[in-house]
């Protein structure tokens, strides 16, 4: 028996100091790289429909340019502002009553379309819920809920309020609470 004391979670030898110096080294790392290559893939994601048509604006005015990295990088950020352009005006537009009567009318028409109705109905209804501006409040506050059985607490999101059939049934105020499950937290109980 030696004098000396390990702490039981360190890491013994040389093979467990280069694994735990990887690990932190991929904890400290990890975030840093997935925000870029989400920065650049948003980038290139915007940028992909205006890029052809700079090209062609270019070559419809008589420019060539050569494809050097800083010019398809100079090409991209202009495309992907553009399209970031484009879109604020949409949501300008969408602001005043032509707009509104429009994309009213744009909603009425992929309602009524049997297969694009469910995938527009879906993204619609997730994107309303996280939205910022959503007059409804999807998910209005935190709350703690006796689930799934007794003594058991889990964390979940108050949706709705307010007298509904259970609650008429049931006699007592009732209210809607979505619990989120792992590993996909758009799923869950009501």
């Given at each position: 028996?030696?004098?000396?004391?390990?702490?039981?979670?360190?890491?013994?030898?040389?093979?467990?100091?280069?694994?735990?110096?990887?690990?932190?080294?991929?904890?400290?790392?990890?975030p840093v790289s997935l925000t870029?290559?989400?920065?650049?893939?948003?980038?290139?994601?915007?940028?992909?429909?205006?890029?052809?048509?700079?090209?062609?604006?270019?070559?419809?005015?008589?420019?060539?340019?050569?494809?050097?990295?800083?010019?398809?990088?100079?090409?991209?950020?202009?495309?992907?502002?553009?399209?970031?352009?484009?879109?604020?005006?949409?949501?300008?537009?969408?602001?005043?009553?032509?707009?509104?009567?429009?994309?009213?009318l744009l909603e009425e028409i992929?309602?009524?379309?049997?297969?694009?109705r469910s995938i527009y109905s879906?993204?619609?209804?997730?994107?309303?819920?996280?939205?910022?501006?959503?007059?409804?409040?999807?998910?209005?506050?935190?709350?703690?809920?006796?689930?799934?059985?007794?003594?058991?607490?889990?964390?979940?999101?108050?949706?709705?309020?307010?007298?509904?059939?259970?609650?008429?049934?049931?006699?007592?105020?009732?209210?809607?609470?979505?619990?989120?499950?792992?590993?996909?937290?758009?799923?869950?109980?009501?």
């Open positions: 028996m030696s004098g000396d004391k390990r702490d039981g979670n360190a890491p013994s030898g040389i093979g467990g100091g280069i694994r735990a110096a990887f690990v932190t080294g991929l904890l400290l790392c990890l870029i290559y989400i920065i650049v893939w948003l980038v290139n994601f915007l940028a992909s429909p205006a890029r052809g048509s700079f090209q062609y604006f270019l070559q419809f005015f008589g420019v060539e340019l050569e494809p050097t990295p800083l010019v398809n990088a100079g090409m991209t950020i202009l495309s992907a502002l553009t399209v970031a352009a484009g879109i604020a005006f949409v949501g300008f537009v969408s602001r005043n009553i032509l707009g509104r009567v429009f994309f009213s992929l309602g009524r379309l049997p297969m694009v879906a993204i619609k209804q997730i994107i309303d819920t996280f939205s910022v501006g959503n007059k409804e409040k999807t998910f209005s506050r935190a709350v703690l809920v006796e689930f799934p059985r007794r003594g058991c607490w889990t964390v979940g999101f108050l949706t709705h309020e307010g007298e509904t059939q259970f609650s008429r049934l049931a006699g007592t105020p009732l209210v809607h609470v979505f619990v989120p499950t792992t590993p996909n937290p758009t799923g869950g109980y009501m």
